[in-house]
């Protein structure tokens, strides 16, 4: 793989059995080759396979969509159509008559009858982005929608058929949704019948610099720019960053580099200045004693496994390594936690 120069330093050849996986996610445009992201993507291969309902579950910009769009196409309802649905980006309003369609004259401005999204879903797949946006009395709908697999348009009396797959996402946790009655548990139980939880960007900061260079290598070609190197230190600090934002944030900040840059090379001035903030104040860097500052850039000096490794033993001492406690520290899930720990053998 013919690499951006200045990240051939951070990126390490993938072990063998990997590179299937690797070969598949990139085809969809799921960058990286750490464990999290390829244990998930291993997770959506298997539910391709059946007709299970699925929940994906991740921070905003961890590639929800993605993962939604590969379990379609690598799915036995693949030739079948997708079809996505935001449901937070829809009034409530009118979120039911984008759902279930609606009948000429069914209510003001309904000049012709206009068909759903679950009805155009029907021998495939649909995609409802943001599920847990949607009001308790629309979710009742869909509950029926499951159980009964008929729809009816709005301002209709005819009962259609559908056999459609539905794929979910969320921000949130909708469990903890199902405790303060904001989400049903029946339909909670009804579209988790697989469940992905898809990784934030800072449990797999070793794919930082593969996906850098997938998105510098995206904009040459959307911008028509020509970027040839990036710093090493700029790596570094990207690196360092907790990224909220996640993947998404990233390639914001890669296309904002690439068109601020006035020469072939990315440098820390062509670097938003709010990332110098947000990364100065972040305390999983302030924490470790191997980082230096230069020119208000934290460049660690520490090998990435180390300030890893440190940050959990930190963890584990102040929560007196109660694992739990530990991982809700470290903004992680126990169970990654307990996987980091094995690598760096840490018992």
């Known amino acids: 793989m013919q690499l951006i120069k200045g990240l051939e330093n951070f990126i390490e050849d993938p072990q063998p059995e990997k590179l299937q996986f690797i070969e598949e996610m990139t085809k969809f445009g799921i960058i990286g080759y750490s464990d999290s992201i390829i244990q998930s993507f291993q997770r959506a291969k298997k539910a391709a396979k059946s007709n299970a309902n699925i929940l994906i579950q991740g921070d905003s910009g961890t590639g929800k969509e993605l993962f939604a769009i590969a379990t379609h196409y690598m799915g036995i309802r693949m030739d079948g159509p997708l079809v996505k649905l935001n449901c937070a980006a829809i009034p409530e309003t009118l979120l039911e008559s984008e759902l279930f369609g609606y009948e000429k004259g069914a209510f003001t401005g309904a000049g012709r009858q206009k068909i759903g999204k679950f009805e155009l879903a029907n021998k495939g797949t649909i995609f409802l982005d943001e599920i847990g946006e949607m009001s308790l009395a629309l979710q009742a709908k869909i509950l029926r929608v499951i159980e009964d697999k008929i729809i009816s348009r709005v301002g209709g009396l005819e009962s259609i058929s559908i056999d459609v797959r539905i794929i979910s996402a969320t921000n949130r946790d909708l469990w903890q949704e199902v405790r303060k009655t904001k989400f049903r548990e029946d339909l909670y139980y009804r579209i988790n019948v697989i469940f992905l939880h898809l990784p934030p960007l800072k449990e797999r900061r070793e794919d930082i610099p593969l996906l850098i260079d997938f998105f510098i290598k995206r904009y040459i070609e959307l911008e028509g720019v020509h970027i040839s190197q990036i710093d090493e230190d700029v790596v570094k600090l990207l690196i360092s960053f907790n990224w909220p934002g996640n993947v998404r944030q990233l390639e914001n900040v890669i296309h904002h580099a690439?068109?601020?840059?006035?020469?072939?090379?990315?440098?820390?001035?062509?670097?938003?200045?709010?990332?110098?903030?947000?990364?100065?104040?972040?305390?999983?860097?302030?924490?470790?004693?191997?980082?230096?500052?230069?020119?208000?850039?934290?460049?660690?000096?520490?090998?990435?496994?180390?300030?890893?490794?440190?940050?959990?033993?930190?963890?584990?001492?102040?929560?007196?390594w109660k694992m739990s406690k530990a991982a809700e520290l470290l903004g992680i899930h126990r169970n990654t936690l307990t996987q980091k720990m094995k690598k760096y053998k840490l018992k």
Not at 283 to 306: C, S
């Open 258 to 320: 690439m068109i601020m840059t006035e020469d072939e090379r990315i440098s820390i001035d062509d670097i938003p200045d709010n990332i110098f903030s947000s990364a100065s104040s972040s305390d999983n860097i302030n924490n470790l004693t191997g980082y230096i500052k230069k020119d208000n850039v934290i460049i660690t000096d520490l090998d990435l496994d180390e300030m890893e490794k440190t940050q959990i033993l930190k963890a584990l001492e102040k929560s007196h």
